[in-house]
């Protein structure tokens, strides 16, 4: 292994803030129960809800903020107790979206990775059930009737993808009334905010300590109550050193992402220049997540070979990458088993500068040039 290492998987997760690593220790002191009525209990809970309140407002955010362990938690909370009969999300989610939303409506996504909102009944005829039909309107709305009661469905689409980088345009969807649920684990404390009924964010993402998320919700009546801490809406004690570490991050984040675009477009060009392919090219996408095929090299045996040059890099999501399983994401975009497999995920963070993209190209140029010998 290089001793000098270079970290290119901050889409999994990135290093914690200077801001965020001093906020942790100084809530350690902050030792006691948020929900104890004596005076040590409610000295916690008065920093506990400053930096509820700290958070919201770094982020833009008008409505509740339900702290919980991660986007993970967040999205099983938001849409495992949404009111909602009806759910709709697309092919192309976190793991954590798919596995709760098991009996969802799914829209399909076109090559770029974009999903395509059904707009007549006759594109949603494969969509709906026999008791659910997506009504034809003028405005070709997204209005759903169940028998005689009529029940706007929840729409649950990622801002950013994990693996991609592809940005959904959330605020040009014609909701027409649907709640949206947006899984900004990858945006949040990047860019801004979709105009969305609930948001999940993990603070990992955004130099924050890992362990620690929220589920931001407009209207707490979107959701089922359990009982329990967080006004009833996630039971256990709060992770109050990791509360105000997040707020922290929050508050330090700096504009890097026009840097980032920069860094970024060097990575597609080079790539490009040697015969590698750009997973969404002509798609808005993030400038801090890419994903690339070098063909005739799987991603298994690249990640080995970038792991010995002391490069770390990812094939899809952390959550799933130690499977190696093929992506389902570049599944649903049409990529074939044999391409989707030689794809690799490069992901930048706020440290990323110009030596670290020469050295990238440099061994992903030599491996290139292997596989094609």
């Not at 974009?114 to 070709?140: F, G, W």
């Not at 605020?171 to 801004?192: E, H, N, T, V, Y």
């Not at 399983?325 to 599944?331: A, D, F, W």
Request: aromatic share 4%; glycine share 8%; hydrophobic share 45%.
């Amino acid at each position: 292994m290089a001793a000098d290492r270079l970290y290119l998987d901050h889409a999994a997760t990135t290093p914690m803030l200077p801001a965020a690593q001093a906020a942790m220790v100084e809530g350690m002191r902050h030792w006691a129960n948020p929900s104890s009525p004596h005076g040590d209990g409610r000295a916690a809970r008065a920093v506990l809800e400053q930096a509820r309140a700290r958070i919201a407002m770094a982020l833009g955010w008008d409505g509740h903020v339900i702290f919980t362990s991660g986007a993970s938690e967040a999205i099983a909370i938001g849409l495992g107790r949404a009111k909602a009969q009806r759910i709709l999300t697309s092919p192309v989610e976190h793991d954590a979206v798919l596995r709760v939303t098991k009996d969802a409506v799914r829209l399909p996504v076109d090559s770029q990775g974009i999903v395509s909102m059904p707009r007549y009944p006759s594109e949603s005829r494969d969509l709906t059930s026999s008791s659910s039909v997506l009504t034809e309107k003028r405005d070709a709305s997204l209005r759903w009737h169940d028998g005689e009661k009529e029940t706007p469905p929840l729409l649950a689409i990622q801002h950013v993808n994990n693996e991609t980088g592809v940005i959904q345009p959330l605020d040009a969807i014609d909701r027409d009334g649907a709640m949206l649920f947006a899984d900004c684990a990858q945006s949040a404390g990047k860019l801004p905010l979709p105009d969305a009924d609930m948001i999940a964010i993990s603070a990992h993402k955004f130099g924050g300590p890992p362990g620690i998320g929220a589920l931001l919700i407009r209207d707490l009546a979107l959701i089922e109550p359990t009982g329990g801490q967080e006004q009833g809406y996630r039971a256990g004690t709060e992770n109050v050193p990791a509360i105000l570490a997040m707020a922290a991050a929050l508050e330090a984040q700096e504009d890097w992402l026009p840097r980032a675009a920069g860094l970024r477009a060097t990575i597609d060009a080079g790539i490009e220049a040697e015969g590698g392919e750009i997973v969404a090219r002509d798609a808005p996408r993030s400038p801090v997540i890419a994903s690339y095929r070098m063909p005739g090299l799987s991603a298994r045996a690249q990640l080995i070979q970038f792991d010995i040059a002391g490069i770390s890099v990812s094939a899809g999501s952390a959550c799933s990458s130690g499977s190696l399983k093929t992506s389902h994401v570049l599944h649903a975009m049409g990529w074939d088993e044999a391409a989707a497999g030689e794809v690799v995920r490069v992901s930048l963070g706020p440290q990323t500068n110009e030596a670290d993209v020469a050295r990238f190209l440099a061994t992903w140029t030599a491996m290139a040039a292997r596989a094609r010998r």
